[in-house]
T-cell receptor, first 113, second 111 residues
Framework: KAGVTQTPRYLIKTRGQQVTLSCSPISGHRSVSWYQQTPGQGLQFLFEYFSETQRNKGNFPGRFSGRQFSNSRSEMNVSTLELGDSALYLC????????????FGSGTRLTVV | ELKVEQNPLFLSMQEGKNYTIYCNYSTTSDRLYWYRQDPGKSLESLFVLLSNGAVKQEGRLMASLDTKARLSTLHITAAVHDLSATYFCAVGTGTASKLTFGTGTRLQVTL
């Protein structure tokens, strides 16, 4: 059973640019949630998509957005990058019910210079 | 707003010793998760605790949940070097897949 696939693994961008990250969940999982991990703020919830709909959203500015496709793959986009957006971005795949287990991908390491 | 606190933040222990990591959370929750993270790596799921009094064990790790006290513990028995990592607890609320993570406990097991 394939795990959660995140691409790319590493990314270097310049301030002001935008970036798109991808997450393919475990087959059959309908929920994808995104987290940002930084040394200062720890692990913070960005948003969750379930069956192509955003079901929950964290406290991040509108520059952070996402979407989910009919095959459950999800993308997150960050526009007008800032230095503070440098982080490890993790996505988690789950079946989406309240008793679920979450499986995390390997993450995308984004560096903004 | 849900707050999740872990202590200690850093733990250095000798091989063979026992220790406990504590996870306190501020509001009612029906599920508690423990994860392990190695440097530069992703999160590895260790335990899912879904009810008051739940206890789960795997190898040298045992996790428990007391929903009335809003407390979960991760007990390490006879630590070995391979257990060196950062351990996170996370609390889930509601039906949506939102986890609130603790600050993490960096565990260093020395020979």
């Amino acid at each position: 059973k394939a795990g959660v696939t995140q691409t790319p693994r590493y990314l270097i961008k310049t301030r002001g640019q935008q970036v798109t990250l991808s997450c393919s969940p475990i087959s059959g999982h309908r929920s994808v949630s995104w987290y940002q991990q930084t040394p200062g703020q720890g692990l913070q919830f960005l948003f969750e998509y379930f069956s192509e709909t955003q079901r929950n959203k964290g406290n991040f500015p509108g520059r952070f957005s996402g979407r989910q496709f009919s095959n459950s793959r999800s993308e997150m986009n960050v526009s007008t990058l800032e230095l503070g957006d440098s982080a490890l971005y993790l996505c988690a795949s789950s079946q989406g019910d309240s008793q679920t287990r979450y499986t995390f991908g390997s993450g995308t390491r984004l560096t903004v210079v | 707003e849900l707050k999740v606190e872990q202590n200690p933040l850093f733990l250095s222990m000798q091989e063979g010793k026992n220790y406990t990591i504590y996870c306190n959370y501020s509001t009612t929750s029906d599920r508690l998760y423990w994860y392990r993270q190695d440097p530069g790596k992703s999160l590895e799921s260790l335990f899912v605790l879904l009810s008051n009094g739940a206890v789960k064990q795997e190898g040298r790790l045992m996790a428990s949940l007391d929903t009335k006290a809003r407390l979960s513990t991760l007990h390490i028995t006879a630590a070995v070097h391979d257990l060196s990592a950062t351990y996170f607890c996370a609390v889930g609320t509601g039906t949506a897949s939102k986890l609130t993570f603790g600050t993490g406990t960096r565990l260093q097991v020395t020979l």
